[in-house]
């Protein structure tokens, strides 16, 4: 079954506690994305990989990292987590023309 | 500044009848358009697509409609089933990028 796999799915931590969370798929696709929901705000780009060792920034890349060293993982990595970094984050994965796959989410919660 | 706009953040509609939701965008390079659609506690799944080459894409109870002069499209739920009740997303992508504009959402609830 095509899926994308984040881990966990729900964490509350404290500010400054490094935390990763993970991407995985299955699917051998090119490209994966992070996203945040947060309310009224919809869904918005944190970084992407167009390939293995190929990372770029999205929209809203401040205080997050991304790395890409296998085509199948992508991890999303709080090095300081702060507050304002409490939301709703979701990966996905696609390949050309075709519509992007979305993982089931990771709520982080940064007291 | 928002290159995909759903100003709509909300749909109320009864079961059985059409729902309508709205998108519209600015940058004239998008050329393939995407809905998906999302419950709570899930990922976003993709519903339906349209390319710029068409006007109208049909599945099932689901179609889009394209108007490129006007930059906007929307989509048709006919009819409307409780199940329906989610948040959709609109989203645009241009020249066969991967990296597609999501709009903000529009919650909809079908009510019995």
């Known amino acids: 079954e095509a899926q994308v796999t984040q881990n966990p799915r729900y964490l509350i931590t404290v500010t400054g506690k490094k935390l990763t969370v993970t991407c995985s798929q299955n699917m051998n696709h090119e490209y994966m994305s992070w996203y945040r929901q947060d309310p009224g705000l919809g869904l918005r780009q944190i970084y992407y990989?167009?390939?293995?060792?190929?990372?770029d920034k999205g929209d809203v890349p401040e205080g997050y990292k991304v790395s890409r060293k296998e085509k199948r993982n992508f991890p999303l990595i709080l090095e300081s987590p702060s507050p304002n970094q409490t939301s709703l984050y979701f990966c996905a994965s696609g390949t050309y023309n075709q519509p992007q796959h979305f993982g089931d989410g990771t709520r982080l919660s940064i007291l | 500044d928002q290159q995909v706009k759903q100003n709509s953040p909300s749909l109320s509609v009864q079961e059985g009848r059409i729902s309508i939701l709205n998108c519209d965008y600015t940058?004239?390079?998008?050329?393939?358009f995407l809905w998906y659609k999302k419950y709570p506690a899930e990922g976003p799944t993709f519903l339906i697509s349209?390319?710029?080459?068409?006007d109208k894409n049909e599945d099932g109870r689901f179609t889009v409609f394209l108007n490129k002069s006007a930059k906007h499209l929307s989509l048709h739920i006919v009819p409307s089933q409780p199940g329906d009740s989610a948040v959709y997303f609109c989203?645009?992508?241009?020249?066969?990028?991967?990296?597609?504009?999501f709009g903000r959402g529009t919650s909809l609830i079908v009510h019995p």
């Open positions: 989203a645009a992508l241009s020249g066969g990028s991967y990296i597609p504009t």
């Open positions: 349209i390319s710029s080459i068409k």
């Open positions: 990989s167009m390939n293995v060792e190929v990372t």
């Open positions: 940058n004239s390079m998008f050329d393939y």
